[in-house]
């Protein structure tokens, strides 16, 4: 069947001892006072396992009346989540009020049919979610929907109703609906590209980006075994991947080469920002004015919009021996964060108490408003307009009975909280909490960013697990290092070792990664997370070691810990979290303690305690490289037969730089998302 491919993949476009703390632990101290008193400072949590702990201690310690609120992205039902959940009851039964806040693409509601429950994980999660709530647990889904189509046994969204009846086997129906849509599309869009003098609609460019996904769907289907792609009219019958890497260096070569790109002038910046700007403007007036195209556009941004923010608050009633605490980074909820197992996630979190900071009461202010945005009523940030006139985006609470099993609400044995460890951050003051939604002109955490890699004069460290970085964040480097001779040094994930469709971001930032290399070879340096290390990197942070003064002070340090990539999705589609504090430093010379120094003494501790296995971080000298090593040594047969497609597709001809068949379009689409509008129009459409 034709497109589907397309569709769906369109929908779905160690650690350091603390220093012990001299204070007394009397057994007159109560609540989480018992843990804030471990630690003498806020702590750095690195290791999965004590990340655990701490979010078990914090509930098992929190004292009657206390208010728990906990919001993750994803949920996953493990070893971690269950002990989760025992210790969450178990704090219910004791008087203390928990509210987890999840988004709905783990699961939704159980008994309930959505397009997140197709799979056994996720009805396990939905089970979970009503333990919780059996237990007194307040459980709130954000995004939640009940309209899907089945596509190949797979469930997508119902983005196509009324035509598709929601809950049906679309796998047949969905190619004349598609191609309905379609027709529509271009008899829209024709006329306002004819008006803002296109003279080559986008729909040549559209096919080619189909034709290369579905290809790839066709390739990675014939490595694994999995049948895709059937023949059409035929359910079942599937066609095999015949000369599949030619086919994809084919689609890859038309898409650049169409000549809808012909239509922008790459030297001309402004010109294509505001002809492509007229363009967007066009276009969304268009869509407007058909009343199906219109009701397919807010459904599909309906299911792209979510909250990735995560956060532990635990919030004691008022009195002498309260305490306040809170976990800020970049985990959700699930083995892959919370367990040091095979292939568990490399992640960070900050945590500390008002004993520590007693400057936090802002920035839980701060925290607790975000939350309640989330939830309907005035306090909700509807930035995108689109979703105004829908309740689909906002919390839905998860209500007792239905499946859910008896969970034991006795009082649960605390936790041992005597071997918690973390780096300390003894120069921790004063943190803010900066925030994103769906517009990105008011990404607070893009903004901090660009502004910080633009003030410092030493040293910078960004880690994050999808470094794609939009025109503003490169200039800004760029101009760090040639200016004012900063080093950078940036660590993300390879291109095989990342998940999903964000692989990508390495095939599309690999030119602008080299040409760094090549230009600042004593500045910059990117570590990849290698496909052999075996664990992905899902820390998100950024460091700067000498900030230049504001207003006339004294030079500082600056930190930023959080749910944020620092990529352009969080500022579009995303409710992000991030969690920024400076520390004031005359000379920059006064370090006791360092995030930059913390990951790198992470990493190499990482590295002493797996080196049987090889590297856990690579320097990869080209692209070339990082492919030539997994087509030649990795087990994974289809990652490495994907490499060496990838390497004929773009024309890598020697080992010092990646040299790319059109590259001046590849630079002229870079331009037209990052400064044209280009992006601006798929987050409208999307």
């Known amino acids: 069947m034709k497109r589907v491919l397309f569709v769906i993949g369109i929908l779905i476009c160690n650690l350091f001892v603390p220093k012990a703390s001299s204070a007394s632990t009397a057994t007159s101290t109560t609540g989480v006072a018992v ?56 704090a219910v039964a004791r008087g203390v009020h928990v509210e987890l806040i999840v988004d709905s693409k783990s699961g939704e509601i159980a008994d309930e049919n959505n397009p997140f429950n197709g799979t056994a994980a996720a009805v396990k999660t939905e089970q979970a979610y009503v333990d919780l709530a059996n237990c007194g647990v307040n459980v709130f889904i954000h995004n939640y929907t009940t309209e899907y189509v089945t596509v190949m046994k797979k469930r997508i969204p ?31 869009l024709e006329p306002a590209l004819r008006e803002k003098g296109m003279n080559v609609g986008p729909g040549s460019v559209l096919e080619k980006l189909q034709s290369l996904i579905e290809d790839l769907g066709v390739f990675f289907a014939h490595q694994t075994g999995t049948p895709t792609n059937p023949s059409a009219g035929t359910a079942g019958v599937y066609k095999p991947a015949d000369n599949a890497k030619e086919k994809i260096t084919d689609d890859y070569r038309g ?46 941004r309906v299911y792209n919009r979510l909250t ?24 959700n909820l699930g083995d892959d964060y919370l367990t040091s197992s095979q292939g568990s ?74 071997q918690l460890k973390g780096d300390d951050l ?82 599309w930032m690999v030119k602008w990664n080299e040409k760094m290399a090549h230009a600042y070879p004593d500045l910059f340096e990117m570590d990849y997370a290698p496909l052999s290390a075996g664990h992905m990197i899902h820390f998100k942070g950024a460091a700067f070691r000498c900030q230049n003064s504001i207003d006339g002070g004294n030079h500082f340090r600056e930190y930023m810990v959080g749910s944020h990539n620092f990529h352009p999705r969080s500022g579009y589609s995303d409710k992000e979290h991030e969690i920024e504090w400076r520390v004031e430093d005359a000379d920059c010379g006064n370090i006791k303690s360092d995030l930059i120094a ?10 002493e305690s797996q080196s049987a296995r090889g590297p856990i971080l ?69």
Not at 164 to 186: F, I, K, P, Q, Y
Not at 270 to 296: F, H, P, Q, W, Y
Not at 628 to 634: L, T
């Open 426 to 507: 003894e120069d921790f003051e004063n943190p803010v909490l900066l925030t994103s939604g769906w517009n990105p002109k008011a990404d607070e955490v893009h903004q901090e960013l660009v502004a910080a890699i633009g003030r410092e004069t030493k040293e910078l460290y960004i880690e994050t697990a999808y470094a794609e970085f939009d025109r503003s964040i490169r200039e800004a480097l760029e101009s760090a290092m040639r200016d004012r001779h900063v080093k950078v040094r940036i660590v993300t994930n390879s291109l095989f070792i990342s998940d999903g469709i964000f692989q990508l971001i390495r095939l």
């Open 35 to 90: 843990i804030a008193e471990r630690f003498n400072h806020p702590q750095f949590i690195s290791n999965n396992d004590d990340a655990l702990t701490l979010r078990l201690a914090l509930l098992d310690y929190a004292a009657k009346g206390a208010l728990v609120r906990i919001a993750t992205y994803t949920y996953d039902d493990g070893k971690a989540t269950r002990v989760l959940v025992k210790h969450m009851c178990s």
């Open 255 to 300: 898409l650049l080469s169409d000549p809808f790109w012909a239509q922008f002038n790459p030297e001309d910046r402004e010109g294509n920002a505001i002809k492509m700007a007229a363009i967007t403007k066009a276009i969304i007036s268009a869509l407007e004015k058909d009343d199906v195209l219109r009701v397919v556009r807010n459904k599909l």
């Open 158 to 188: 119902n983005i196509f109703a009324p035509e598709l009846s929601s809950g049906e086997d679309a796998t047949l129906r969905l190619t004349s609906r598609l191609e309905e849509l379609r027709r529509r599309l271009s008899a829209s």
């Open 345 to 418: 996630y490399r992640d960070g979190d900050v945590f500390f108490c008002k004993r520590q900071v007693p400057s936090m009461d802002g920035f839980l202010r701060q925290a607790n408003e975000s939350l309640d945005q989330l939830k309907p009523g005035p306090k909700q940030d509807l930035s995108d307009p689109a979703l105004n006139s829908t309740d689909s985006n906002v919390l839905k609470q998860v209500e007792k009975g239905g499946v859910g099993r008896k969970v034991s609400n006795r009082t649960t044995h605390a936790v041992d909280i005597a």
């Open 618 to 686: 690579v320097t990869y000298s080209t692209f070339l490289s990082e492919l030539r090593e997994v087509a030649n040594n990795s087990q994974d047969t289809p990652k490495s037969n994907l490499a060496q497609a990838i390497e004929q597709a773009m024309d890598i001809s020697d080992g010092s730089q990646v040299k790319v068949i059109y590259e001046d379009k590849l630079n002229l689409i870079q331009m037209l998302l990052d400064e044209g509008g280009l992006r601006d129009l798929i987050g409208k459409l999307l």
């Open 308 to 331: 990735h923010r995560k956060l532990f608050l635990v919030q004691e009633p008022p009195g002498a021996a309260s305490e306040n605490c809170v976990i800020i980074g970049g985990r």
């Open 598 to 607: 913390s990951r790198i003494k992470y990493y190499k501790s990482a590295q």
